[in-house]
C-alpha cells in the first residue's frame, strides 16, 4: 500500500518561530510537493522537488523553504513564521515515468498538516 | 498557461439524486485530466483520471468523468448521491511534458441531505 506520511497532523507555533514540517514517502518517487490549502482558494503550490537536493519554485515561495536531502523526504521551513502562514499544508509526490506510464502525473498526498500561528 | 475553473463553490443535493460537479479547464497542449476528492481532516484521494483513449472514464465508488475537448470539459458525475459522497472535491490538469505540476480548482463542495 502506498503510503505518504507527515510528521504532525495538527501543529501550533508562535509568531517569529521556526517550523519543520517533513514528509515522508515510500514509493521511491521522484516529485514531491508542498501545497497550501485555504478555504476558497483551493490548492497553491509553495514548493515543488524533481530530484535530490534539486527545488523550484511554485506559485507562493514568500516566506518558505525547503529542503530535500534524501529521495524519500521532503522538507518544509517557515523560517519565521507568520499568523498568514495559519493554514492546511499538504504534500504529495509522484512519479516520473513518460506517458505510457498508468501512474503518469498521478500526485499521491499525505493526510495534512495543520498548522496554527498565534 | 494552464488554469482549471470549478462552477460552484458549493453543490447540496439529496440522497439517491443526480450528482453533477462542473469543470472547466485551459491548456495549450493535450491535456491530463483528475478529479481527487478530500473528505474531512484527510488529505486527496484519486477518484478517476484522464490521460488518453476512451473520453468516458469511470472511477471509484461510482463516479464517472467525461473529457469533451470541444467544450474543455472534464465533469463529474454520479448517478444516485450516497450520505458518504458528502467531502470535497478538487479538479485538476496537468499539460504533461516534463512539467509533472498540477494545477487544482478552488474545489467543490459536496454537501448530501438525508
Known amino acids: 500500500d502506498v503510503k505518504v506520511t507527515q510528521s504532525s497532523r495538527y501543529l501550533v507555533k508562535r509568531t517569529g518561530e521556526k517550523v519543520f514540517l517533513e514528509c515522508v514517502q515510500d514509493?521511491?518517487?521522484?516529485?514531491m510537493f508542498w501545497y497550501r490549502q485555504d478555504p476558497g482558494l483551493g490548492l497553491r503550490l509553495i514548493y515543488f522537488s524533481y530530484d535530490v537536493k534539486m527545488k523550484e519554485k511554485g506559485d507562493i515561495p514568500e516566506g518558505y523553504s525547503v529542503s530535500r536531502e534524501k529521495k524519500e523526504r521532503f522538507s518544509l521551513i517557515l523560517e519565521s513564521a507568520s499568523t498568514n502562514q495559519t493554514s492546511m499544508y499538504l504534500c504529495a509526490s509522484s512519479r516520473q515515468q513518460g506517458p505510457g506510464d498508468s501512474l503518469y502525473n498521478e500526485q499521491f498526498f499525505g493526510p495534512g498538516t495543520r498548522l496554527t500561528v498565534l | 498557461a494552464q488554469s482549471v475553473t470549478q462552477l460552484g463553490s458549493h453543490v447540496s443535493v439529496s440522497e439517491g439524486a443526480l450528482v453533477l460537479l462542473r469543470c472547466n479547464y485551459s491548456s495549450s497542449v493535450p491535456p491530463y485530466l483528475f478529479w481527487y476528492v478530500q473528505y474531512p481532516n484527510q488529505g486527496l484521494q484519486l477518484l478517476l483520471k484522464y490521460t488518453t483513449g476512451a473520453t468516458l472514464v469511470k472511477g471509484i465508488n461510482g463516479f464517472e468523468a467525461e473529457f469533451k475537448k470541444s467544450e474543455t470539459s472534464f465533469h463529474l458525475t454520479k448517478p444516485s448521491a450516497h450520505m458518504s459522497d458528502a467531502a470535497e472535491y478538487f479538479c485538476a490538469v496537468s499539460s504533461g511534458g516534463s512539467n509533472y505540476k498540477l494545477t487544482f480548482g478552488k474545489g467543490t463542495l459536496l454537501t448530501v441531505n438525508p
Open positions: 514509493m521511491d518517487h521522484e516529485n
